[in-house]
């Protein structure tokens, strides 16, 4: 584990430590400092991390049940990353369900939805200025919960919650050579100004523009490789159509 995890921040308070664990290993990961598929301990994550072995140790169970790390008897566990596959397939999910669900909204024009919405908007454009990458994950999540929820199928909100833990360890497409936050963020506010206007069709194509957008970030991301490349456009064609 290289010197650079010896880092001076702490667990915070405002959540639970295992939670904190998790944040914080998903940092790590997106930071270079914990690289997949080498062998790191929870001795060495926990110094790291200057808290005891045991919130570290459940906090990594949690990333393990949605497949993010891999333990090994009696060794440690490694970070496991999707393939570029795997994230165009998670994609393709969260296509088939977010922008219906953002056009349904939009048709019925409820005014309290609305309001949350531009509320989660206003709160995720401060935190991507103040470049608070918890803060403003917490608040993207938000937006797209709402609409999942506001849309009456809370299963498709669960499973949306649980496709977004496989993609998160290996960035949100917001590298150099990618998105900023503010230019993530700027990609909802189309989303909601047709939710606002009760403009379904737009709705549903910005929401299904601003999803694809990541989606070819991250599987280009895991293959190192710009989102144009032919490899990547294929995979798209072929998963997606």
Request: aromatic share 4%.
């Amino acid at each position: 584990m290289p010197d650079a995890l010896r880092t001076e921040e702490r667990i915070g308070t405002r959540r639970t430590l295992t939670e904190e664990v998790m944040e914080k290993v998903q940092q790590m990961v997106r930071r270079g400092e914990l690289r997949a598929d080498e062998l790191y301990s929870v001795y060495q994550l926990a110094e790291a991390l200057g808290i005891s072995r045991s919130p570290v140790r459940d906090g990594l169970l949690k990333l393990e049940a949605a497949g993010l790390v891999a333990f090994e008897r009696n060794r440690g566990f490694r970070v496991t990353v999707p393939s570029a596959r795997q994230i165009v397939e998670i994609f393709a999910i969260r296509i088939a369900l977010e922008p219906p669900a953002a056009a349904r909204v939009a048709a019925r024009r409820d005014p309290e939805v609305t309001a949350r919405l531009r509320e989660t908007m206003t709160a995720m454009e401060k935190a991507a200025a103040a470049s608070d990458e918890p803060a403003f994950w917490a608040h993207d999540q938000a937006f797209h919960d709402t609409i999942l929820t506001a849309a009456g199928n809370s299963q498709a909100a669960a499973v949306v919650r649980d496709l977004r833990e496989r993609t998160r360890l290996i960035g949100p497409g917001t590298t150099k050579a990618a998105r900023s936050l503010p230019a993530v963020a700027a990609e909802h506010r189309p989303v909601l100004d047709a939710i606002a206007a009760g403009d379904g069709k737009t709705a549903h194509d910005d929401m299904r523009a601003h999803l694809e957008a990541t989606g070819r970030l991250l599987s280009a991301q895991t293959e190192g490789v710009p989102p144009a490349d032919a490899a990547i456009e294929a995979l798209w064609t072929e998963i997606i159509g």
